[in-house]
């Protein structure tokens, strides 16, 4: 079953500008992770921020958490043609499941 | 550490076959997960391992799938008398774990597997 809900689920900027996608969820989260795909190097990890937290940053990332709107959003500044890439969040339920829940990710294509 | 690897990366079997993959996660690891992904959608979980303990099975995995993870190092997962709608990208991640608490997930470059 699918949890997060990204918005868009396509996005097409130039190079240089910013990309927001964000993620909305049905229940309470221990924590929020956003992957990025691309043929090239398969799903890696982005960032990982807690329900205690409210922004976090990585590089070029900027992650914000609403857990009383149950959203997320993923911020790209300064984007790049190596950004093109599928973008999941994936929530971890509080409760007793230890896995993540996905969403069906945003596309996004930055063109040079 | 050398990553999450997967074997093999590409399988070609004709529906009825049965077919095995192998997954080694990074070593220190405790947890291991199997998903399931198809085009255009997220990463469908199938099982997951703490250590030797196959912990959760999703409900949509026929009996036909089966994973094992002997000794917590390597996995594999079976899949029995295969169907046309079994084709799909099966992902091996491995990561840390605690109670209750999950830490990000580290990707294998999967598996494709062909049903003809």
């Known amino acids: 079953s699918q949890q997060g809900e990204e918005d868009p689920q396509a996005l097409s900027i130039q190079e240089g500008e910013n990309a927001t996608m964000n993620c909305s969820y049905k229940?309470?989260?221990?924590?929020l992770q956003w992957y990025r795909q691309n043929s090239g190097r398969g799903l890696v990890h982005l960032i990982l921020?807690?329900?205690n937290e409210r922004e976090k940053h990585s590089g070029r990332l900027r992650v914000t958490l609403d857990t009383s709107k149950k959203s997320s959003s993923l911020l790209i500044t300064a984007s790049r043609a190596a950004d093109t890439a599928s973008y999941f969040c994936?929530?971890?339920?509080?409760?007793?499941?230890?896995?993540?829940?996905w969403g069906l990710g945003t596309s996004l294509a930055v063109n040079p | 550490d050398t990553g999450v690897s997967q074997d093999p990366r590409h399988k070609i079997t004709k529906r009825g076959q049965n077919v095995t993959f192998r997954c080694d996660p990074i070593?220190?690891?405790?947890?291991l997960y199997w998903y399931r992904q198809t085009l255009g959608q997220g990463p469908e979980f199938l099982t997951y391992?703490?250590?030797?303990?196959?912990?959760?099975k999703s409900r949509l995995l026929s009996d036909r799938f089966s994973a094992e993870r002997p000794k917590g190092s390597f996995s594999t997962l079976e899949i029995q008398r295969t169907e046309q709608g079994d084709s799909a990208m099966y992902l091996c991640?491995?990561?840390?774990?605690?109670?209750?608490?999950?830490?990000?997930?580290?990707f294998g470059p999967g598996t494709r597997l062909t049903v003809t």
């Open positions: 991640a491995s990561s840390l774990g605690s109670s209750g608490y999950s830490y990000e997930q580290y």
């Open positions: 391992f703490q250590n030797e303990a196959q912990l959760e």
């Open positions: 229940t309470s989260i221990n924590n």
């Open positions: 070593s220190e690891h405790n947890r």
């Open positions: 921020i807690r329900s």
């Open positions: 994936a929530t971890d339920n509080a409760g007793n499941n230890r896995k993540l829940i």
